[in-house]
């Protein structure tokens, strides 16, 4: 079983190990990817990464169950579950059925570094091993929906 995982919005790309935040920079929730959304725009889409049903969603992350059973998370920021939604807005809902590249949510990055937090987001295969994502070629800046990585299960 193996999955193309498609960025959910544009910047820079950068490995889990230069998240700020311990259980993302562990891989402790998956393996995956992080973009830094830059320049921090006023209004950013946060696309799906892969197709599937929408399974978990809040107004700062989301799960996409892929049809192989595999979840993948996009956490939109740092501790941004903080802001209460502030910012925010869904354009899906729970049980929905998605297409790579389909709007999820709108966030802004710039709100978010206004409030202190930082705008990082991970992009992760949930319950996967670490290290397990295998990267394409990618260094510097990947547009939204260009392939981030793949990940084959062991």
């Known amino acids: 079983m193996s999955l193309a995982v498609y960025a959910p919005l544009a910047g820079r790309v950068m490995a889990l190990g230069k998240v700020p935040d311990p259980v993302f920079a562990a891989q402790l929730v998956g393996s995956g990817l992080a ?9 950013a889409q946060a696309l799906a990464p892969v197709s599937g049903t929408v399974v978990k969603l809040h107004p700062h992350a989301f799960v996409i169950k892929a049809p192989c059973g595999t979840g993948v998370l996009v956490h939109l920021g740092i501790d941004t579950v903080r802001l209460g939604g502030d910012g925010f807005t869904s354009h899906v809902f729970e049980g929905d059925q998605v297409q790579v590249g ?5 966030f802004d990055p710039s709100a978010v570094q206004a409030h202190g937090l930082s705008a990082v987001c991970p992009i992760v295969v949930l319950d996967s091993a670490p290290g397990s994502a295998q990267a394409p070629a990618i260094t510097g800046d990947v547009p939204a929906g260009a392939l981030l990585f793949s990940w084959a299960a062991s």
């Open 35 to 43: 973009i830094d959304p830059t320049p921090a725009t006023a209004r």
């Open 102 to 106: 389909q709007k999820v949510i709108t």
